[in-house]
């Protein structure tokens, strides 16, 4: 059974850095790439991030380019995002998805992490 | 990169069907094969429901299908039922690695 299972979300202040983690078992996790998307409270999702299964490729959207860095370490079967100079905007439920082979769809999600940016 | 246009809500009755449109432009929609739609439940994680326009995942009842037409995709559920009630997101690859979603329909049964 796939489970993705993110963790470190909190309350950080404006400006502040966070890195947030998903922790991936039931697949061949290098084997796929993996999707950072983020829903703000009561709004809808955003894609955030892609990492190629080897995470020699990244993309990010223009909101988070230069700020947010996503990667992987295939040797713990996990995924991360470091989030730095966080703006209040970035207040939101953080998901990890896998990728759908040879789709562009994301097959499963986590359950998603909070983050707060707020003084 | 803009998201794409849903209609806040839609609605229907038990055993009904209902259709929630999703239009984007020739740069992403209309542009690839890549459509997928989501249904989030309150407080829970998007699911899967659709993918590449109109494949279904195992586990996803044959009430739900998709289709495209130009820049504007569509998710038809057939034969509505109370657990099909939440938001329904839709997103498309529009090249370049991005992916764009919709700003989400919320789906009532009456």
């Known amino acids: 059974e796939v489970q993705l299972l993110e963790s470190g979300g909190g309350l950080v202040q404006p400006g502040g850095s966070l890195r947030v983690s998903c922790a991936a078992s039931?697949?061949?996790?290098?084997?796929?790439?993996m999707t950072w998307v983020r829903q703000a409270p009561g709004k809808g999702l955003e894609w955030v991030s892609d990492?190629?299964?080897?995470?020699?490729?990244?993309y990010y959207a223009d909101s988070v380019k230069g700020r947010f860095t996503i990667s992987r370490d295939n040797s713990k079967n996990t995924l991360y995002l470091q989030m730095t100079s966080l703006r209040a905007e970035d207040t939101a439920v953080y998901y990890c998805?896998?990728?759908?082979?040879?789709?562009?769809?994301?097959?499963?999600w986590g359950q998603g992490t909070l983050v707060t940016v707020s003084s | 990169q803009s998201a794409l246009t849903q209609p806040p809500s839609a609605s229907g009755s038990p055993g009904q069907s209902v259709t929630i449109s999703c239009t984007g432009t020739?740069?992403?929609?209309?542009?690839?094969?890549?459509v997928s739609w989501y249904q989030q439940h309150p407080g829970k994680a998007p699911k899967l429901m659709i993918y590449?326009?109109?494949k279904r995942p195992s586990g996803v009842p044959d009430r739900f299908s998709g289709s495209k037409s130009g820049n504007t995709a569509s998710l038809t559920v057939s034969g509505l039922q109370a657990e099909d009630e939440g938001d329904y997101y839709c997103?498309?690859?529009?090249?370049?690695?991005?992916?764009?979603f919709g700003g989400g329909t919320k789906l009532t049964v009456l």
């Open positions: 998805a896998k990728a759908l082979t040879g789709s562009r769809a994301r097959d499963y």
């Open positions: 020739s740069s992403d929609v209309g542009g690839y094969n890549y």
């Open positions: 990492i190629s299964g080897s995470g020699g490729v990244t």
């Open positions: 590449e326009v109109s």
């Open positions: 997103s498309s690859y529009a090249g370049s690695k991005i992916l764009i």
């Open positions: 039931g697949f061949a996790f290098s084997s796929h790439a």
